[in-house]
């Protein structure tokens, strides 16, 4: 049954994505255990891109399902195990394309300090760690050229 219903799903707005993408979300979170079924039938056969691609990243609502989908995956242990490969590739773009709303949403605006905290605390610490490194080096940057800037005057 949730293959034929996600096989049908098509978006063409923000919100008919934010609600789309919530109602998956609560489906697996109280329905499926396996993620095989996720990564079959959510991440190769639908176009969860296109599902993301219509999300607003501006507003909150969008990083608190980013968010939840995180959360999704961590309780339902989605994640790479050895001869698991195909679920492993399906989970990780998924995974790629939450990383990409967060990003953009980080980039979008100034969070609360306790939106910064939920971020943290939901998303995979390798995602995180991704972002301080990245955060690091442009902090770096500007600084080198802040310092190149006033050695000029």
């Known amino acids: 049954m949730f293959r034929s219903i996600i096989m049908r799903v098509c978006v063409h707005n923000h919100q008919e994505a934010l609600h789309t993408c919530t109602l998956v979300a609560a489906y697996l979170g109280h329905?499926?255990?396996?993620?095989?079924?996720?990564?079959?039938?959510?991440?190769?056969?639908?176009?969860?891109?296109?599902l993301f691609f219509y999300l607003d990243i501006s507003?909150?609502?969008?990083?608190?399902?980013?968010?939840s989908w995180f959360r999704l995956m961590t309780k339902k242990g989605?994640?790479?195990?050895?001869?698991?490969?195909?679920?492993?590739?399906g989970i990780e773009r998924v995974k790629e394309a939450l990383a990409d709303i967060l990003r953009d949403y980080l980039?979008?605006?100034?969070?609360?300090?306790e939106m910064m905290e939920r971020i943290v605390r939901d998303t995979p610490g390798d995602i995180v760690a991704r972002y301080?490194?990245?955060?690091?080096?442009?902090?770096?940057t500007l600084r080198e050229r802040e310092d190149d800037g006033s050695e000029d005057d």
């Open 31 to 50: 329905n499926v255990e396996d993620r095989l079924v996720f990564s079959t039938y959510f991440c190769t056969h639908v176009p969860y891109r296109s």
């Open 59 to 67: 507003e909150d609502a969008t990083i608190e399902l980013a968010l």
């Open 78 to 89: 989605w994640t790479f195990e050895d001869g698991d490969e195909s679920c492993f590739w």
């Open 107 to 113: 980039r979008s605006k100034t969070p609360s300090l």
């Open 132 to 140: 301080f490194r990245h955060s690091v080096h442009e902090a770096r």
